[in-house]
């Protein structure tokens, strides 16, 4: 499900684009929300968070550039159109990293281009971050960064602790750790996986991003030491030097 708002102060813009996108997407046979608000506080005010937003520069009250910086600062990953009046916008809109540029009269073929660009920009970002693995009731896609670490179970029951869920999934811990390895996962316990980019510092036992700790097997805390990251194998090393004087 993408959700979409679009933001205009002309009523008449608003339903003209959001007649365009509904088309696109139903001929793609995908599955989305259209929000629609007439300024930049009505966004800004909304609870939702967005995946596209078609937003117009020109408006009363905060125009468009303001609404996206503010948008930015609480939300890195949302993707914006800007649509204008005026083709000098165009550099200013620039500030905020805009996906693309519409400029007034909207024609149905610009927008339709841009929003095939965006459905091709989303797909290779899923290729990318994307993971699945086996659940007891089907296949579990989530995003690799999301994850913090895997926690062997029994009977090839897997614990995948994400950042804000928990699965349960199929298989071992040294399958999953060949997986694995190319995004940085480190095993300092026979029974855990951890991405490293979710370590926020060691010492006996990893601290997790989120406060769980995760014990170093004595066997493995040479190895733990020379694939975590220089900085915490700096904060390291001067513990040990500390608790040896």
Same mark, same amino acid.
């Given at each position: 499900?993408?959700?979409?708002?679009?933001?205009?102060?002309?009523?008449?813009?608003?339903?003209?684009?959001?007649?365009?996108?509904?088309?696109?997407?139903?001929?793609?046979?995908?599955?989305?929300?259209?929000?629609?608000?007439?300024?930049? %506080?009505?966004?800004?005010?909304?609870?939702?968070?967005?995946?596209?937003?078609?937003?117009?520069?020109?408006?009363?009250?905060?125009?468009?550039?303001?609404?996206?910086?503010?948008?930015?600062?609480?939300?890195?990953?949302?993707?914006?159109?800007?649509?204008?009046?005026?083709?000098?916008?165009?550099?200013?809109?620039?500030?905020?990293?805009?996906?693309?540029?519409? %400029?007034?009269?909207?024609?149905?073929?610009?927008?339709?281009?841009?929003?095939?660009?965006?459905?091709?920009?989303?797909?290779?970002?899923?290729?990318?971050?994307?993971?699945?693995?086996?659940?007891?009731?089907?296949?579990?896609?989530?995003?690799?960064?999301?994850?913090?670490?895997?926690?062997? %179970?029994?009977?090839?029951?897997?614990?995948?602790?994400?950042?804000?869920?928990?699965?349960?999934?199929?298989?071992?811990?040294?399958?999953?750790?060949?997986?694995?390895?190319?995004?940085?996962?480190?095993?300092?316990?026979?029974?855990?996986?951890?991405? %490293?980019?979710?370590?926020?510092?060691?010492?006996?036992?990893?601290?997790?991003?989120?406060?769980?700790?995760?014990?170093?097997?004595?066997?493995?805390?040479?190895?733990?030491?020379?694939?975590?990251?220089?900085?915490?194998?700096?904060?390291?090393?001067?513990?040990?030097?500390?608790?040896?004087?």
């Amino acid at each position: 499900m993408i959700r979409i708002a679009i933001v205009d102060d002309e009523i008449d813009q608003i339903q003209k684009i959001q007649k365009i996108v509904l088309d696109f997407f139903e001929e793609q046979k995908m599955q989305i929300t259209i929000n629609t608000f007439t300024s930049g %506080e009505a966004l800004l005010s909304a609870t939702v968070s967005y995946d596209l937003i078609l937003l117009d520069i020109q408006m009363d009250g905060i125009d468009g550039i303001e609404t996206a910086q503010q948008i930015r600062d609480k939300d890195r990953k949302t993707t914006l159109i800007y649509i204008s009046n005026f083709s000098e916008k165009m550099a200013t809109s620039f500030i905020v990293h805009p996906f693309a540029f519409l %400029e007034k009269p909207i024609r149905s073929i610009e927008i339709q281009r841009h929003l095939q660009d965006y459905l091709a920009y989303i797909e290779s970002l899923y290729e990318k971050n994307m993971i699945s693995f086996p659940g007891q009731h089907g296949e579990i896609t989530v995003d690799i960064q999301d994850i913090l670490y895997f926690e062997y %179970e029994n009977n090839r029951k897997i614990r995948l602790i994400m950042t804000d869920t928990k699965y349960c999934i199929i298989g071992s811990i040294s399958e999953l750790a060949k997986r694995m390895e190319q995004y940085d996962f480190i095993s300092p316990h026979k029974s855990f996986l951890v991405n %490293e980019a979710k370590v926020r510092s060691f010492y006996f036992s990893l601290v997790m991003v989120n406060g769980d700790e995760i014990p170093i097997a004595k066997n493995r805390q040479k190895q733990v030491k020379e694939q975590i990251n220089p900085v915490s194998y700096t904060h390291l090393r001067a513990h040990e030097t500390a608790a040896n004087l």
